[in-house]
Structures are given as C-alpha cells and as structure tokens.
C-alpha cells in the first residue's frame, strides 16, 4: 500500500493507526469509516448470471420468490407481513435466509400453516451459492433499516449494508422502510422499489403492490 500508491484496501474491521495517505485508499465496511472517503458501494463487482445458477435456487416463472436476507430479529413481523397479502393468489414464497433462524418466526409459520410450501427457512454458506439465490429473487425485502436498527444508522447515516448493492447490482425489485430508501434514494432510482411507512398495514399494502408489478411484469 505505501509503495504501490494505485492500490485500495477494503477491510471490515478498523484499526487503531494507520498512514493518512493509506487512510485516503482505504475503506471498513462495518461501520463505514473513514465518513469522508468511505461512501461507494460495491455495485461493479463481478456478480453471478443468476440464468446459469444452480437449480435449486431457480423457479419457475409462474412463482414469486420473495427474499428476506440477514439475520433480524424481525424474522417473525416478516413473516406476519407475509402472511396477510394475497400470497396465494400470486403463488408467491417467502424465502427466509438467516445465519440464525428465529425460533418465533418458525412457529408463527408453522401456526399459520405456511412452512414448508409458503414460506421457508435455509442459510448458505457458499458465498457463490448465496450470490445465486440472491440473483434469483423476485422481491427482495431488507430485514435492517434505521427503524429497526437505531445504533447502526445515527441520525440516517449512511452504512453499507449487504441489501442495498445487492438490490442495485443485480436490479432486484424490493419493498422497504421509507427511512432506508431515504438514505439510499440516489442508488435505488434504476430499480423497482416500494416503500411503506409506520401507519398500520402500509407494509402489507407495499408488498401486496410489489407482487402485482412482478406478476405483471411477468406476464
């Protein structure tokens, strides 16, 4: 880095000192830091042909896949969400992809009668396989925004986030929290998004909209 000054460092975690002409190239992802140099996204990275991708993350084009990425705690109001849309109608899935299933979440599931066929719960630790099943998603909802997670966004910081380059890379149609689009408005303006506020089934009502542009859209 000090000899070679073309080079570019991308590393999660900070440290203490470091060359502020270093500093300059450099970028921690988790947080973003330093404020003033660290605000790409990754969005030009090499990504999948999600056509060629294996055949267990593809679907048949009569069938909605809807994707929630992350490990949340709101796994269970995802699903709640889920499930008061014309899922059925649609013949949509809802595609939980956690590191950490939430137990709740699985038995609201299971009480709803939707696991299984309605909604699923998988984690992949291939990175090249999950960039596979992201391709493959029809609706992609992000499980952190600066409502559910306050720490992670003060007073709507920006921070890079795995939902967001995904959604724009590989321009997936998404249903978000009106505070995380606000942040991000600028990357999502080439891609389908709906966006719902805190008032009583604006959420519902976004994801219900969503589904009607996909079907549309496939037919």
Not at 31 to 54: Q, W
């Amino acid at each position: 880095m000090i000899k070679e000054t073309n080079r570019y460092c991308v590393q999660h975690k900070r440290v203490r000192k470091i060359d502020d002409d270093i500093k300059r190239r450099s970028c921690w992802l988790s947080p973003m830091y330093p404020r003033e140099f660290c605000t790409f996204l990754p969005i030009d990275l090499p990504k999948v042909d999600g056509h060629n991708a294996s055949p267990k993350y593809q679907h048949s084009s009569s069938n909605i896949h809807v994707c929630a990425v992350g490990s949340d705690r709101n796994h269970t109001r995802t699903v709640d969400v889920f499930s008061q849309t014309p899922f059925q109608k649609y013949n949509a899935t809802l595609i939980m992809c956690s590191r950490i299933i939430q137990p709740k979440a699985k038995k609201l599931a299971v009480k709803l009668g939707l696991l299984g066929h309605y909604v699923n719960f998988i984690y992949i630790k291939d990175y090249f396989e999950f960039a596979q099943f992201v391709s493959n998603c029809d609706i992609y909802l992000p499980t952190t925004d600066p409502r559910t997670r306050r720490a992670f966004y003060p007073a709507g910081v920006r921070r890079l986030t795995g939902s967001i380059p995904q959604i724009v890379a590989y321009n997936l149609s998404s249903v978000m929290h009106e505070s995380l689009h606000n942040i991000y408005r600028k990357y999502l303006n080439s891609v389908p998004v709906e966006v719902y506020n805190d008032e009583v089934g604006s959420d519902v009502d976004a994801l219900t909209r969503m589904m009607t542009r996909i079907v549309d859209k496939k037919h």
